[in-house]
C-alpha cells in the first residue's frame, strides 16, 4: 500500500474523535489520505487506530507515538487493504495492522503484521490490554477475525503466547490433528506446546460467543480480575 509522506500536524485537518477514544500520539498522513480512509469506509483514522489497540498505548510511556497509514482499493473502486502502522521515536513500541475488505467493501479480517513491545514493558500485561481492545473495537467495526503469524525465535515466542490470548489453529500432535486451543486447556498440553510448539498461521475468531473470546476473557479475568 502506498505510504504516505509525513507532514507537520498544523497541516492535518483535525477529525473529531469519540468520547471512548484517547489517542494522543500524531498523525503522519496527507489530509487527501485522511478523506479517502473516510470516504472508502465510513470510519476515521481514530477508529483504525482504536481497531489497533493504539488507545491502550500510554503516551507518556512512549514518546512522540506517531501513525502511518495507507490505503488500497478494488478494481471496482471499493476499499481493499488500510494499513496502520503505529512507532515511537524511542523504537520501544511497533505495530503494523493490516486491514482487510472484501470486494464489496465490507469489513473481512485483520492481519497482524507487527507487535513489539520494549523489553521493559513486556510481562506488564501491556501487551493483553492492547490485543483486547483491539478485538473490541475491531469487532465494533465489523471485522471477522484477526490472523497473524505466531512465531518462534531467539527472540519472539508468539507461538505460545498468542494461543493463551485466545488465537487457535490447527496442529498436529502425535500423528492427531487437534485444535491448539484444546492443547492449551491443560497444563500437561501447554508444557508440550511450549516445548515442541512452532512458528503457525493463527486465527482469533472476533464473533460475540466464539472459543477465542472466551479464552480471552477467562485470561483477563485472571490477569487483571476484570472481563
Known amino acids: 500500500p502506498k505510504q504516505e509522506k509525513p507532514t507537520s500536524n498544523a497541516a492535518l485537518p483535525k477529525p473529531s474523535k469519540p468520547e471512548h477514544q484517547q489517542w494522543e500520539g500524531r498523525i503522519d498522513a496527507d489530509p487527501e489520505v485522511h478523506q479517502a480512509i473516510h470516504d472508502a469506509t465510513g470510519k476515521s483514522?481514530?477508529?483504525?487506530?482504536?481497531?489497533?489497540?493504539?488507545?491502550?498505548?500510554?503516551?507518556?510511556?512512549?514518546?512522540?507515538?506517531?501513525v502511518r497509514t495507507g490505503i488500497e482499493f478494488h478494481e471496482n473502486g471499493k476499499p481493499k487493504l488500510v494499513v496502520v502502522s503505529i512507532?515511537?521515536?524511542?523504537?520501544?513500541?511497533d505495530m503494523e495492522r493490516?486491514?482487510?475488505?472484501?470486494?464489496?467493501?465490507?469489513?473481512?479480517?485483520?492481519?497482524?503484521?507487527?507487535?513489539f513491545i520494549d523489553k521493559s514493558k513486556q510481562g506488564t500485561g501491556l501487551g493483553t490490554k492492547i490485543f483486547k481492545s483491539q478485538t473490541e473495537?475491531?469487532?465494533?467495526?465489523?471485522?471477522?477475525?484477526?490472523?497473524?503469524?505466531?512465531?518462534?525465535?531467539?527472540?519472539?515466542?508468539?507461538y505460545y503466547t498468542w494461543p493463551r490470548l485466545g488465537y487457535d489453529g490447527k496442529v498436529n500432535v502425535?500423528?492427531?490433528?487437534?485444535?491448539?486451543?484444546?492443547?492449551?486447556?491443560?497444563?500437561?498440553?501447554?508444557?508440550?506446546?511450549?516445548?515442541?510448539?512452532?512458528?503457525?498461521?493463527?486465527?482469533?475468531?472476533?464473533?460475540?460467543?466464539?472459543?477465542?473470546?472466551k479464552i480471552l476473557n477467562a485470561y483477563t479475568r485472571e490477569r487483571f480480575g476484570s472481563k
Do not use: C
Open 45 to 66: 483514522i481514530y477508529d483504525f487506530v482504536s481497531a489497533s489497540g493504539g488507545d491502550q498505548i500510554p503516551a507518556k510511556e512512549f514518546k512522540d507515538l506517531r
Open 87 to 93: 512507532g515511537d521515536r524511542g523504537g520501544k513500541v
Open 98 to 115: 493490516h486491514f482487510n475488505f472484501d470486494k464489496s467493501g465490507k469489513p473481512d479480517h485483520i492481519y497482524n503484521a507487527l507487535f
Open 137 to 158: 473495537e475491531a469487532s465494533k467495526m465489523g471485522f471477522k477475525s484477526i490472523v497473524t503469524n505466531a512465531s518462534r525465535g531467539q527472540t519472539t515466542n508468539g
Open 174 to 213: 502425535n500423528g492427531k490433528p487437534t485444535r491448539l486451543s484444546d492443547l492449551m486447556k491443560t497444563k500437561e498440553g501447554r508444557e508440550y506446546w511450549k516445548t515442541n510448539g512452532q512458528s503457525m498461521k493463527m486465527e482469533f475468531d472476533l464473533s460475540a460467543k466464539s472459543r477465542s473470546r
